[in-house]
């Protein structure tokens, strides 16, 4: 199946720092999402992207589908110990024998000093 | 409520035994799965299943079977443990058809911890 790079593999923040972080594909894909797992818990959807050009904020969040449709940025401003957490960009790919399955990037590990 | 909840939360066990894993969801969701995230964090698809069809990774050993009593709940059989099994289970659940999981992606459970010693 498709598969989804993710960049940087992890980063070590100072509290109050922007971060940036981002996801590539070698195919189109129609949508992009974004996913935070914090420790102990499951993937939590935080932001989803539908159009190529599309900025969406959701907080201090903003994630942009890029224009090629093979890639995906996600900026954190601004941030807090809270933020800690494992980052995961996702897109439906096709799976083969006719079918669709979510696939995910690899993840960002996000420390945050304070 | 909790939308897709898992138990046991943590699952220690000797190689060679055979465990299971519940899932539920309570959001009229049409399809199932369960992934296996590993000790790099990796999310990997084991299986999906609604009324109409299993579909297996195929790199799955056949000593994991889910089963699925009703549309709400999917279980995750493991015969024969073995130290690789070692891994967090994560279930998760997706609403097919237009609207669904292709905008809105898949609700994950809070994971199974399993540690096979």
């Known amino acids: 199946g498709q598969q989804l790079n993710q960049s940087p593999q992890s980063m070590f923040i100072q509290e109050g720092e922007d971060v940036s972080m981002n996801c590539t594909s070698s195919?189109?894909?129609?949508?992009w999402l974004w996913y935070k797992q914090e420790p102990g818990e499951g993937p939590v959807l935080l932001i989803a992207?539908?159009?190529?050009?599309e900025l969406t904020s959701n907080g201090r969040l903003t994630a942009q589908f890029g224009i090629t449709r093979k890639d995906s940025f996600l900026n954190i401003s601004a941030s807090i110990p809270s933020d800690v957490g494992i980052y995961f960009c996702?897109?439906?790919?096709?799976?083969?024998?006719?079918?669709?399955?979510?696939?995910f990037g690899k993840g960002t590990k996000l420390s945050v000093i304070p | 409520d909790t939308a897709v909840s898992q138990t046991p939360k943590y699952l220690v066990t000797q190689m060679g035994n055979d465990k299971s894993i519940k899932c539920e969801q309570n959001?009229?969701?049409?399809?199932m799965y369960w992934y296996k995230q590993d000790s790099k964090k990796f999310l990997k698809i084991m299986f999906s299943?609604?009324?109409?069809?299993?579909?297996i990774n195929e790199t799955v050993p056949n000593r994991f079977s889910p089963k699925s009593p009703d549309k709400a709940h999917l279980n995750l059989h493991i015969n024969s443990l073995e130290l690789g099994d070692s891994a967090v289970y994560f279930c998760?659940?997706?609403?097919?058809?237009?609207?669904?999981?292709?905008?809105?992606?898949?609700?994950f459970g809070s994971g199974t911890r399993l540690t096979v010693v």
């Open positions: 998760a659940s997706s609403q097919d058809g237009q609207g669904g999981w292709k905008r809105y992606g898949y609700t």
């Open positions: 195919s189109i894909f129609n949508t």
């Open positions: 992207l539908y159009k190529a050009g």
């Open positions: 996702a897109g439906p790919s096709y799976s083969g024998a006719g079918s669709y399955q979510l696939t």
């Open positions: 959001l009229g969701h049409d399809t």
């Open positions: 299943y609604n009324n109409k069809e299993l579909i």
